[in-house]
């Protein structure tokens, strides 16, 4: 079986989700191929756009202070890399990078206004909602769901932690602990903190439960309304203004859980930042994959892309492969979004770092071959320390219209794109830049795509 389009994605993340939405808008039939599930979807689900500088303490107050350092400080960074189109000339660098970028992150806030990962925030400021763990985090935007409202500002608030009986992902005690000493530690008044543990037993499991499972039970009428009953008791016991969850509140109907929640209980509520299996996350993934649909685009889950055909400078077709077939997709662009080493778009092995389709230049975060780098020499002995792991630097470097150039500096052919994690230059865990980076290249990266389309014959 064969398919004909303008544009073929390959990878479903972030940032192959925006080319293909920005494309499909923008008048291109396009097709978007994605094998498994995306880090995306194991994300905590708030946009991060650019929180610390590598090796800084203190974070970017706003996401444009962020891009105006990394764009001054590193110029082969993916947020960079669009300071130098052809029409931007060197003093206007920096304007353009966090142009482009506020463009990019305004773009998915719109497109995600009303869906289950509605997100609020701004790109003026950075924010610092709280995790799990108890501590916070900057980021730019959140979901809806996880704002905190005014509970960091008011003097007379109570925040209730609520755990979830047999959720072994949030420990409510200890998070309402650190909440407290990390507040002293920032100089920052005292409140007061309670928590509690409801039973919430989904489906009749009450052991081991994961954040998924418990999503889906609340999302069920009676079950939210058994969990603002226990809430509620506890509520009036400690006086709570504001109760902090785990991300539980649903996968379909978590925006109107909070609301309902919150007239019941006479409290805020809101979800804390969490880890995979990502509630939010999975939200992100599912409704960008629906703007997708609406928006036009052939979305093609389960399809791995397992070999290709080049001819001179251009990629003529690939071939995907689910379990019960095998089609030859042919496109006048691509975009290549096959994300990190969770996306399965880098792999290493005992003989380096490589891209998996098309064997692409891999380089490392020090701009080395990764290709001739053990995996095991881009990573330190410590798995979390505060200068992050080496081996998530690595991947592609691009061309100004974020085509994949080669050792002499040339793109390796004219209509390959690439787009989010698979890109080399920048560690999204040390910088909290994950999701950013991937809105703003999977952007910039249709865009090319745009207009390489409409200029081929
Ligand atoms: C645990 C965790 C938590 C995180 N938390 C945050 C956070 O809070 N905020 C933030 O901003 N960032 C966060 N990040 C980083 C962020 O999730 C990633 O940077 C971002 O999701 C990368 O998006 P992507 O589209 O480039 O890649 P991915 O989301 O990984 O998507 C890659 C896609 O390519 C597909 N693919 C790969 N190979 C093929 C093939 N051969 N054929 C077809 N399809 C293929 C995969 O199936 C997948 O769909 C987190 C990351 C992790 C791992």
Not at 87 to 100: C, F, G, L, M, Q
């Amino acid at each position: 079986m064969d398919i004909e389009a303008d544009l073929l994605v390959i990878g479903g993340g972030m940032a192959g989700l925006v080319a293909g939405i920005v494309a499909a808008e923008g008048g291109l039939e396009t097709v978007l191929v994605r094998k498994g599930q995306s880090a995306t979807a194991y994300s905590s689900g708030a946009i991060d756009v650019i929180g610390y500088l590598p090796e800084a303490s203190e974070p970017f107050i706003t996401p444009e202070e962020g891009l105006t350092a990394i764009a001054g400080l590193y110029p082969l960074h993916p947020y960079s890399v669009v300071g130098y189109a052809e029409n931007v000339t060197p003093e206007k660098v920096v304007d353009a990078v966090v142009e482009r970028s506020r463009e990019s992150v305004n773009w998915l806030r719109n497109h995600l206004d009303g869906t289950i990962a509605t997100l609020v925030g701004d790109f003026s400021t950075n924010i610092l909602p709280i995790t799990i763990l108890g501590t916070t985090k900057p980021t730019c935007l959140i979901q809806k769901t996880m704002d905190p409202g005014d509970v960091q500002e008011r003097e007379d608030s109570t925040l209730l932690f609520a755990g979830i009986m047999g959720h072994p992902d949030f420990y409510p005690a200890s998070a309402a602990k650190t909440y407290l000493e990390d507040r002293i530690a920032f100089g920052l008044p005292s409140r007061k903190v309670a928590h509690c543990t409801i039973q919430v037993a989904p489906f009749g499991n009450s052991v081991n439960v994961s954040g998924i499972e418990i999503a889906r039970h609340l999302d069920h009428d009676e079950a939210l309304d058994d969990l603002a009953e226990q809430l509620k008791e506890h509520v009036d016991k400690v006086g709570a203004t504001h109760v902090a969850l785990p991300p539980i509140l649903g996968l379909k109907n978590a925006v109107r859980n909070q609301t309902n929640l919150k007239q019941e209980i006479g409290a805020d509520v809101f979800e804390l930042l969490g880890f995979p299996p990502s509630v939010p996350g999975l939200r992100l993934q599912l409704a960008l994959e629906r703007i997708f649909r609406k928006a036009g685009g052939r979305l093609l889950i389960g399809h791995e892309v397992i070999s290709f055909l080049k001819k001179d400078d251009q990629l003529k077709h690939v071939t995907g492969r689910a379990p019960q077939r095998e089609i030859k997709i042919n496109a006048k662009a691509y975009v290549l979004a096959t994300g990190k080493f969770i996306g399965n778009g880098l792999v290493g092995d005992e003989r380096g770092i490589r891209e998996t389709i098309f064997g692409l230049m891999t380089v490392t975060g020090s701009y080395y071959s990764a290709g001739d780098t053990l995996p095991s020499k881009a990573t330190n002995r410590v798995s979390i320390t505060s200068e992050g792991q080496p081996i998530y630097s690595t991947g592609l470097t691009v061309d100004p219209q974020f085509r994949p150039i080669q050792e002499d500096g040339v793109e390796w052919v004219k209509n390959l794109f690439a787009a989010g994690s698979v890109l080399a230059g920048y560690n999204y865990s040390v910088e909290k830049s994950g999701l950013g980076v991937a809105v703003t290249s999977g952007f910039s990266a249709a865009m090319s795509a745009i207009s390489y389309v409409k200029e081929v014959p």
